[in-house]
């Protein structure tokens, strides 16, 4: 499960990738529409991301009795870097779905 946003931000950077060579080949809509695909697999990103990180803490604070003191609960950096990598993976694929037939010339 921990892989699983990992494995969605490559095939959201794949499938732009893949949609920008389309767009270049034939029609530049084609890369547009495969923004939407970039869009989708960086929600399912965020969303793994943030299941991950609920689970973690519940875990962490089933762990924790009345007498202890509170530990640090934040996420890891690297956690951290991925839900920043998801979020902007998701901006780029709403500019794509939106713009992406303007960018390459017909």
């Not at 697999?41 to 793994?48: L, N, R, T, W």
């Not at 890891?76 to 901006?91: E, G």
């Amino acid at each position: 499960m921990y892989r699983h946003s990992s494995l969605f931000l490559l095939a959201a950077w794949a499938v732009g990738l893949l949609g920008f060579g389309l767009g270049w080949a034939f029609e530049p809509i084609w890369f547009a529409r495969f923004g939407s695909l970039v869009v989708l697999f960086g929600v399912m990103s965020e969303y793994s991301l943030l299941h991950q990180e609920l689970s973690v803490l519940y875990k962490r604070l089933d762990k924790i009795s009345w007498s202890d003191d509170i530990p640090d609960l934040s996420p890891s950096k690297w956690h951290q870097k991925k839900i920043w990598w998801s979020h902007l993976t998701v901006i780029v694929g709403t500019v794509i779905w939106g713009f992406g037939d303007l960018v390459i010339p017909a």
